[in-house]
């Protein structure tokens, strides 16, 4: 037992890991996520909401010590965290906790980086910082999870998890880049916990200030660490205090157990999955079945019908109503539709498989793929039941013209720890996403740095050929 509150609990957790405690697939995964959520931020720059948000950190002044992607002057360090996390979250392309459904990276990530360059720390610092950020973020998220419900409670209350938990697991991330003991990293959480924020009605509504979430998450860390530093305070009972961080979004105590069990021998971040494709997470399964078909030799004009089995949890993302997910409108639609996602597996994609170029407003409209959509219906499977929320699979039924039926089943989810991505396979998908901003050899040393993050001895060489950068005109 002790006498220590979840905060100082945590902060202990953060002060006493070295990076020589870190194990080595932590260190590893660590520096395949960064290498994921730069080449997710860069190719985000060109949307408008990113260019919104560059405009708006230019106007705000102060002393520039960091850099934002796609921006050629350096920006205050809270200012670059939040262009580079709107950036890395806008495109839905970002890692995702399970059975959280967080997605770490985007915050925790953009905040770290932001914070090494403030500090003029190494790799090693770097890599610690981020570990610990995203091991406390995931924790934060878990403690909000429903074991019996199999949801968060955070979703059910109209909050954004990722960005609720993400200023908390950036705002440690940066204060151990910093150098800040286990008292400042005490106040760093209480400062956070004022600072987190976030609604998701757009996802219902319409709005685009969901992909700023992660930037304000990140930009309310380096704040939080920042004000410590000077000598604001929080409460050490922040989180399970009467009128803590846990009673204030959850309305009720928070699961212990999930923050401080195995806390710095069990680590949950090699186990944070990675997006192989471009689109909500529930339909990542559909596509895999899909391409499994076409594997074996299935082709459009040899369906008659397809029935997609999905959760039953999952149907009103991307199976309601039939009729709209069917016919999606634009590419951004697309991205959340389970006919698609059966589409791109059986048509093919590129990257790992589906690629962004697969989710333009043209495909998702075309003729041939509304028609192929038009034969697939989508519906609850208990055996996909039984799994969610550890995975999210699906089991794809084919009727073909001929007469044969094939069944293809997916039950776990590609890019988690059961079916994980190599560092190659991340690669491919950074030099996808970067390849129409970079030349081939800036793509190739990015690459590298990260598979040696470690041993870098200035963070700056890593974001600097990220500065100016533009749609390439041999692609």
């Not at 704040?223 to 009972?237: C, D, S, V, Y």
């Not at 094939?406 to 890019?415: I, S, Y």
């Not at 994980?420 to 690459?447: H, M, Q, Y």
């Amino acid at each position: 037992m002790t006498d220590l509150t979840l905060a100082q609990q945590l902060a202990r957790f953060a002060s006493k890991t070295h990076f020589e405690d870190l194990p080595e697939a932590v260190v590893g995964s660590v520096g395949m996520r960064v290498l994921d959520t730069l080449g997710i931020a860069i190719a985000a720059t060109d949307l408008e909401t990113s260019r919104a948000a560059t405009a708006w950190a230019c106007e705000q002044g102060g002393a520039a010590t960091a850099s934002a992607i796609g921006l050629d002057v350096a920006l205050p360090a809270p200012l670059a965290a939040f262009v580079n996390g709107v950036l890395a979250h806008s495109l839905d392309f970002d890692d995702t906790h399970l059975p959280s459904i967080l997605h770490p990276s985007a915050s925790v990530v953009p905040a770290a980086l932001a914070a090494a360059q403030q500090h003029q720390v190494d790799g090693r610092t770097l890599v610690r910082g981020i570990a610990i950020g995203l091991e406390v973020c995931v924790r934060l998220g878990m403690a909000g999870f429903d074991p019996v419900a199999k949801n968060s409670v955070f979703f059910e209350h109209g909050q954004h998890a990722t960005s609720i938990c993400g200023a908390m697991g950036s705002a440690v991330a940066a204060a151990v880049i910093g150098g800040g003991a286990e008292e400042r990293i005490v106040d760093t959480l209480g400062i956070a916990a004022s600072m987190a924020a976030g609604i998701i009605e757009a996802n219902r509504t319409g709005g685009t200030v969901k992909r700023m979430h992660c930037g304000w998450a990140a930009h309310s860390a380096l704040a939080a660490a920042g004000l410590a530093r000077h000598g604001i305070t929080g409460p050490p009972t922040v989180l399970e205090g009467r009128f803590g961080f846990f009673q204030a979004w959850l309305h009720e105590a928070a699961r212990e157990a999930e923050i401080i069990d195995g806390l710095g021998t069990d680590w949950a971040v090699p186990s944070i999955f990675f997006k192989p494709y471009p689109a909500n997470h529930f339909t990542h399964a559909a596509i895999d079945a899909g391409a499994a078909l076409r594997r074996r030799g299935v082709s459009p004009d040899d369906v008659e019908r397809l029935v997609l089995g999905v959760p039953a949890a999952n149907l009103r993302t991307i199976g309601e109503p039939i009729e709209v997910k069917r016919t999606p409108a634009t590419g951004y639609m697309a991205q959340f539709s389970g006919p698609y996602a059966v589409v791109v597996g059986m048509f093919g994609g590129g990257g790992l498989g589906a690629a962004l170029e697969d989710y333009s407003d043209e495909l998702a409209t075309s003729a041939e793929r509304r028609a192929l959509m038009a034969k697939v219906d989508v519906v609850p499977d208990s055996r996909c039941d039984e799994i969610f929320p550890h995975q999210f699979p699906a089991v794809l039924t084919a009727m073909l013209t001929d007469g044969t039926t094939l069944v293809e089943e997916v039950l776990t989810t590609r890019g988690g720890p059961e079916r994980p991505l190599s560092f190659e396979e991340v690669s491919a998908k950074f030099t996808a996403n970067a390849g129409p901003f970079l030349p081939d050899r800036d793509i190739a040393d990015l690459a590298a740095r990260c598979h040696a993050l470690s041993g870098l001895e200035d963070i700056g060489v890593l974001l600097e050929p990220l500065t100016s950068i533009g749609l390439r005109s041999d692609r």
